[in-house]
């Protein structure tokens, strides 16, 4: 009856079912893995998000396979105040990253052709390809004086079916954005291979240090693809808007714009309303980042003085991001070993194989938690040791 490719095992896992009892017994709970920031205790401006939605020219229906011209015009405004000119043109408008990275999939690789992702990195990619019929290929990023591509391996990691390679910058979980010459040699792998860029820059304005990097929206060696969205960038996931932006040699990015179109064409499924709220949502960026860049910087340094206070835990460096890595002793399985915090001290954080890393001896640690939860929360975890 069903497609292979649903052919999944949806039994939760030991950790879920885990989590799933300690709540249905109304245990309290420290929860050091949340990412939703519309429940981290953020303020919004509720007048300004919501009068935005209620535009009457909302009452109209005008279908642009690319997404009303007033909504990618602030996504335009986005990358030039940030120095970035992207054209209105090149820019598609999709209801999440998610969909994106289907209408990018869907452009570049027929069933079973291979992409590229880094490792560690985000879990959803594995359901994104597994759903287009796209065929994932890891690449190692080391971890030395801070985390770098493994250019050798990503080398090695090509075939005849490679169709391009995704770049998470900054990357969930590890925080490191993907430096200027490995921009390079990125362009000089995918140029010589007709290979594309898919660069996940939903993080891109959280640098620690303040220092913006450039995003892959400008980039023009090489056809790329550029996924962001206001899940992130103004905490608004709720919202579902996002957007895809190609740049690249002039023929491929009109070729690749033309074909996207009928994708987009196909779905048209940016609603009004968001649309025409995209000005408002972007521009609520600025207090959103504000209150965010604190609060991740303010736990990292509590992160910090707790593990000056130890020796059993450190953490690995980190650049930007909501995240932290947690080297912890290897001494059980990252699995067992959250299972026991969960049980033992009321502490839910995540193991770092769901990104990943190696199966023992790192945790991630969500820095958005609401500061006195992640201080307390983080405590305890330590006390374990
Ligand atoms: C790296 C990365 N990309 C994309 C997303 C999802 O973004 P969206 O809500 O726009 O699909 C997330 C969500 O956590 C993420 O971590």
Known sequence: ??????????????LSQALAAHRAAGKPLLDLTVSNPTECGFSYDSKAILGALSNPAALSYEPNPKGLERARRAVAGYYAARNEEVSVEDI????????????????????????????PSYPLFDFLAEIQDVKLVRYPLLYDHGWQIDFHALEQAITA???????????????????????????????????????????????????????????????????????????????KAAWLSVSGPQNLKREAVARLEVIADTYLSPNAPVQLAMPAFLEQRHSFQEQLLPRVRGNLAELDRQLARQNACSR??????????????AIRSDEDLAIQLLTTKGVYVHPGHFYDLPGTGYMVLSLVTPANQFAEGTSRLLENF
């Open 1 to 14: 009856m069903f497609a292979n490719r649903t052919n999944w095992d949806l039994t939760p896992n030991r």
């Open 92 to 119: 598609l408008l999709t209801t999440s990253t998610s969909e994106g990275y289907s209408y990018a999939f869907r452009t570049l690789c027929n069933p079973g052709d291979e992409v590229l992702i880094p490792s």
């Open 161 to 239: 079916r490679t169709r391009a390679v995704i770049v998470v910058h900054p990357n969930n979980p590890t925080g490191h954005f993907t430096k200027p010459s490995e921009m390079k040699k990125l362009n000089a792998i995918c140029s010589a291979r007709q290979m594309a860029i898919i660069a996940d820059e939903v993080f891109l304005d959280f640098a620690l240090d303040g220092n913006r990097a450039a995003s892959f929206a400008t980039n023009s060696a090489v056809l790329t693809f550029t996924l962001s969205g206001v899940s992130k960038i103004s905490g608004l996931p709720q919202m």
């Open 316 to 329: 690995l460096a980190v650049e930007g991001g909501w995240y932290a890595v947690l080297r912890v002793p």
